[in-house]
């Protein structure tokens, strides 16, 4: 797994917005953030659709967690 | 594949320390550890200390009717430490407990290695016992690891995260 970090200046916009705008980027970015099973997290929080990134925020895009 | 962004200016990193007064401790690594010496740690934090539940989770040589060499596990550094003491403390709140210890491996492990390590101390066994499987049923399906597997043809593979433990987590969820 190679995790790739990204500056991205989208400041104020929804989760929502932000995938709209990195599936953008190419098929890589697409598959990763469509994916019905991906998760989000704000700051190290799971996050939904609906909720708003500012200035600062770390934002994580992940697949279902299997450890244990 | 997991992407990590920070948004233009420096990430801001919140993060609790760890309620050293609730006597949690959260390790994750690539160092194994020692369930003996563990569960004497467990078990000091109190003279009423009577039961002291412990699982320890090891890596299997096969998988899907595959033989499997090795295992990789990767986590979400900093997100990963402080999902697991929110756990903790969801269980806290539900049992009384003395102590509560999670230790997770990270790195390249091998069959029968010791992967992950959840141990409680409680005056009474049944709180012991349900706050441990409530600590490893979250872990489960909420904290940020992931494994890959290689197996004997060579394949490597990402391990997929598995229906049952979505429905172990629902019996807690009343």
Request: some cysteine.
């Amino acid at each position: 797994m190679s995790v790739p970090a990204a500056e991205v200046n989208k400041t104020g916009c929804t989760v929502a917005s932000l995938k709209e705008f990195l599936a953008e980027r190419g098929e890589v970015w697409r598959e990763v953030v469509n994916a019905e099973n991906t998760l989000c997290a704000v700051n190290q929080d799971i996050a939904t659709d609906d909720d708003r990134i500012v200035d600062g925020d770390e934002v994580a895009f992940y697949p279902p967690v299997t450890g244990g | 594949m997991m992407i990590v962004l920070s948004m233009v200016t420096k990430s801001l990193f919140i993060r609790r320390l760890p309620g050293a007064e609730m006597n949690i401790v959260v390790r994750i690594g690539k160092a194994d550890f020692d369930v003996g010496a563990e569960c004497r740690a467990l078990a000091s934090h109190s003279s009423q200390s009577g039961a002291v539940v412990q699982f320890v989770g090891l890596m299997r040589d096969s998988n899907q009717g595959d033989d499997v060499l090795t295992m990789e596990l990767e986590h979400y550094p900093g997100m990963t430490e402080r999902r697991i003491t929110e756990i903790v403390e969801l269980a806290q709140q539900r049992w009384p407990l003395f102590a509560t210890t999670v230790i997770h491996r990270v790195g390249v492990l091998y069959p029968q290695d010791q992967i992950v390590f959840v141990g409680v101390s409680a005056a009474h066994r049944h709180d012991a016992f349900q706050a441990c499987e409530f600590i490893m049923d979250y872990l489960k399906t909420e904290a940020p690891f992931w494994k890959k597997e290689r197996t004997l043809t060579g394949e490597q593979r990402w391990v997929d995260a598995r229906q049952t433990d979505q429905q172990a987590l629902k019996r807690w969820q009343v």
